[in-house]
């Protein structure tokens, strides 16, 4: 499992794990991201899709479609 290094100014060898990671990421957004990048590569195709849509989000929503 790999380790991400988080900066903190009161702890500065501060190690999370990735699941500990993306738990704290959803309990500060209150889980309103979808998306989890687990990788880079990943990171960088979300990053792709925010500037792709202008939107400042990763997905655009489509909202209710009319069915006659």
Same mark, same amino acid.
């Given at each position: 499992?790999?380790?991400?290094?988080?900066?903190?100014?009161?702890?500065?060898?501060?190690?999370?794990?990735?699941?500990?990671?993306?738990?704290?990421? $959803?309990?500060?957004?209150?889980? $309103?991201? $979808?998306?989890?990048?687990?990788?880079?590569?990943?990171?960088?195709?979300?990053?792709?899709?925010?500037?792709?849509? =202008?939107?400042?989000?990763?997905?655009?929503? $489509? =909202?209710?479609?009319?069915?006659?």
């Amino acid at each position: 499992m790999q380790r991400v290094v988080v900066q903190d100014p009161s702890e500065p060898d501060l190690t999370v794990q990735d699941n500990s990671t993306i738990l704290i990421h $959803k309990y500060i957004n209150r889980s $309103k991201e $979808k998306r989890i990048a687990w990788n880079t590569y990943q990171w960088h195709l979300m990053e792709r899709d925010r500037w792709v849509f =202008g939107t400042n989000r990763y997905f655009k929503s $489509k =909202g209710l479609v009319n069915i006659d």
